[in-house]
């Protein structure tokens, strides 16, 4: 008789830096059943419910300090407990994954609860509230940024294993830019996040017009959110409230400029892309400007502040890095490829910093934990 299918329930929520990796580390599960928890009118309702069964359990988080307002988030932390309790144990499920958020406190006390295995994955340098409060409770946690386990409670047992990015970032040869943008023109991607940056796209704008007279192509990815986001026009610059061909984008672009998420930063590092990266300045606990940092200090990105930006900088500073490419795409018999070229260098520490096989390595590991769960074993019942 055949053994059924480990079956797993995977916990991610909210955001594309948590949905994208959970994702990844999906689709190298083909041998596992999975199902999907993640909390109503969020965006795994859209990515998440065609491919997997989608269970949604109302939870929020912790925003300043105690008040009425603390206790509803408590209560509701406490109810989605019972509620995902009660699901592992009706599915029958032999362990949780789960890559941090609102989501993972009920999921992984739940499962804790029950005896299951709980792999949590961290992809930002400094960990979220979440991942510190509830990474004890972990039977492991692999972390995107090796430095990030400082900041996490001794008894935490972490790996390190990078960040997993989706399959198509990962092909060979890379996925073709569809954009009608010519060979070797000199591309500058600018991109804020999955929600987009208002703030951004303003400084970009106004950078925008010196940028096209030296010769560059610009696609900016505004977001939905954006008033302006039409306000501008040139031949040369394409303005996308959001582009779903990432990989084949930043596998052509020469420079992004973007905020610092630690997904973006996963595939600027899978793509080999050199950037100058504006921290998001109200992301949680200025996590953004910790990614960012790592990215600096090794050699990959320049890191500017947003209220430290003016625009005559940033003009110079992309004016800098793509004046090589610039002057070989306008005058290509006189300005062959040089090694010392700013930007080479740039590429070249970045790719450094991408570990291409995280999603696989932590599929491996995952497929570990459920042979070793208590449901193997007949230790857990089903029941309330």
Request: charged share 15%; aromatic share 8%; proline share 8%.
């Amino acid at each position: 008789m055949t053994a059924a299918p480990p079956h797993l329930l995977i916990a991610a929520s909210g955001t594309g830096g948590h949905l994208f990796p959970a994702l990844a580390v999906a689709a190298e599960l083909d041998d596992c059943t999975i199902e999907w928890l993640g909390v109503p009118d969020r965006l795994e309702t859209q990515l998440v419910g065609d491919r997997y069964r989608l269970h949604t359990v109302p939870v929020t988080g912790f925003q300043g300090g105690l008040g009425l307002g603390s206790l509803k988030v408590l209560w509701g932390l406490i109810r989605a407990i019972f509620q995902v309790r009660r699901l592992l144990r009706r599915g029958r499920f032999q362990g949780v994954f789960t890559t941090g958020g609102y989501i993972a406190g009920p999921a992984i006390l739940a499962a804790r609860s029950l005896g299951l295995p709980v792999l949590l994955h961290e992809s930002n340098a400094l960990p979220g509230k979440v991942t510190r409060w509830f990474s004890p409770w972990c039977t492991e946690v692999a972390l995107g940024v090796d430095s990030a386990r400082r900041y996490l409670p001794k008894q935490a047992h972490t790996t390190y294993g990078g960040t997993p990015v989706r399959p198509d970032f990962l092909a060979t040869p890379p996925p073709v830019l569809t954009l009608p943008i010519p060979a070797k023109a000199p591309l500058l991607v600018v991109m804020g996040g999955s929600q987009g940056a208002v703030a951004l796209n303003q400084l970009v704008r106004r950078c925008a017009p010196m940028w096209l007279e030296a010769g560059m192509w610009i696609v900016h990815l505004t977001g939905e959110v954006d008033a302006d986001r039409d306000s501008f026009h040139h031949d040369h610059y394409v303005s996308l409230p959001f582009y779903p061909e990432m990989a084949a984008l930043l596998h052509r672009a020469d420079l992004a400029i973007s905020r610092a998420g630690a997904g973006t930063l996963t595939e600027l590092a899978i793509t080999h892309t050199p950037s100058i990266l504006i921290p998001y300045p109200h992301a949680a606990e200025d996590h953004q400007t910790y990614n960012g940092t790592i990215f600096a200090t090794a050699g990959a990105a320049l890191l500017m502040q947003q209220d430290e930006v003016v625009p005559e900088d940033l003009q110079q500073k992309v004016l800098m890095l793509l004046k090589g490419v610039i002057q070989r795409h306008q005058q290509p018999t006189h300005w062959p490829f040089t090694p010392n070229d700013p930007l080479v260098i740039m590429a070249e520490k970045t790719a450094e910093l991408a570990f291409p096989d995280s999603a696989r390595h932590l599929a491996d590991r995952l497929r570990q934990l459920l042979a070793e769960s208590p449901l193997n074993d007949g230790s857990l019942t089903t029941g309330p």
